[in-house]
Structures are given as C-alpha cells and as structure tokens.
C-alpha cells in the first residue's frame, strides 16, 4: 500500500482558496487518489477522486501531476464550515482492496 | 450517493460486557464492508475487512476473539466489543464498498463507544 505524508495542520481564513498537497512516492500503476473531510464526531465524507491530470467537481479541484507522486486537492473560497481533517489515501477503489488512513491534514478556517 | 447506517451512534456500558454495533447498506449492496476505530485526535484505523459470506480478515494487532464480525447479508454487517473494557472506548466506524464497480468507499456516521 502506497503511504502517504500530508501537512499536520494548515491556517486560513474565510474566502481563500486553500490547497493541500499530498504526497505518495511509492503510488502504484492501478491505484486512484481519494479525498475525505472528516468533521469531528462523524465518518469520513468523500470529496473528490482522480487517477491524473485534474479533477473539478462541485465541492474542489484535485491535481495531479504526470509522474502521479502527489496531488494538491484545492478548495475555492473556504468558509468556516471547511474546518475539518482532510485525509488523502491512495489505492484501488474496487473490490477487496482497503485503505489506510494517513495523519490526515487539519484545516482551521478563521473569519 | 451511497447511504451506510451505523446503530448505535452511541453506546455507554459496564466493563465486562458485550456490545454490538450494526453496519448497514441502505441503497446498494455492499459486498465488503471495513471496520475502522478512531481514538481522540488520531485517524482512523483499518481493524479487518469483512466480505459477505466468509470470514472477516482481521489487521495485523487486532484481536478476532474480542471483535467478532459479522457480514450475514449484503446490506448488514455486525461488530461485537465482547467483554469490553475502558481501553476499548473509542469511535467506530464503518464502510462500504459495491464490488467489482469503480466506486469509492462510503462511511456510516461512526458509533461512540465509551465503556466504565
């Protein structure tokens, strides 16, 4: 399983775009990049999922460079309901194989 | 997108006793489902993998005896805390997975468990 490193925590305030980068060297041919926000108390919610180039969908924008040893899942225009955990995983979203979760990236969005 | 429940959301009870937290599908099938449990301020961690019809495969550090799973039907899977103890307080959560599509992982709303 491919790991992952991710910023601890990152700082911003309401109305920025916020990007958080992820990074996965070991990244294997048929795995897919997954996001999720994690607000306390809850179960992960998934945000966005790519395999390379960029992904856009209503929420954020997830890029992912040619050699696919990272990508950067943006937010446009944080608000302070985006304070959560984002976690980024890496693997084969089908049948039996699983996910690990990594530290996952704590954003504190402040007014 | 795919709905996945989890009963109870939470759950206060003695040490020494058992408790069961139920997984279930709402809209979709799931031939696997995870079990994850999250301890304050950490991430989650995978405890097995549970296919319909078989056995669950348990990680590495995770006892099979104390947690017992269950996946008797597509849209159901149980965890049993058997003799649950304070350490074993924390917040469970599990996921489903539709097989063989290109689908990502869903989470149920997670159960708190807090046992005295």
């Known amino acids: 399983l491919a790991k992952t490193t991710q910023p601890i925590s990152m700082d911003s305030y309401e109305g920025q775009e916020v990007n958080i980068t992820c990074s996965h060297n070991?990244?294997?041919?048929?795995?897919?990049i997954t996001w999720y926000q994690q607000f306390p108390s809850q179960g992960p919610r998934f945000i966005i999922q790519?395999?390379?180039t960029k992904v856009t969908n209503e929420v954020a924008s997830l890029f992912i460079p040619a050699d696919r040893k990272s990508s950067t899942l943006s937010l446009p225009r944080v608000s302070l309901s985006d304070t959560a955990v984002y976690y980024c995983l890496v693997g084969v979203p089908t049948g039996f194989q699983k996910l690990v979760f990594g530290t996952g990236t704590r954003l504190l969005v402040s007014p | 997108g795919a709905v996945v429940s989890q009963h109870p959301s939470w759950v206060i009870c003695k040490s020494g006793t058992s408790v069961k937290i139920e997984c279930r599908s709402l809209?979709?099938?799931?031939?696997?489902m995870f079990w994850y449990r999250q301890f304050p301020k950490q991430s989650l961690m995978l405890m097995a993998t549970?296919?319909?019809?078989?056995?669950?495969?348990?990680e590495q550090g995770v006892e099979k005896d104390k947690f017992l799973i269950n996946h008797a039907s597509l849209t159901l899977s149980t965890l049993t805390v058997t003799s649950a103890h304070p350490e074993d307080s924390s917040f469970y959560i599990c996921s489903a997975r539709v097989g063989g599509r290109g689908e990502t992982q869903y989470f149920g709303p997670g159960t708190r468990l807090l046992v005295l």
């Open positions: 070991n990244i294997a041919t048929n795995d897919y």
């Open positions: 790519g395999y390379k």
């Open positions: 809209d979709f099938q799931a031939t696997t």
């Open positions: 549970s296919n319909e019809g078989s056995k669950a495969t348990y």
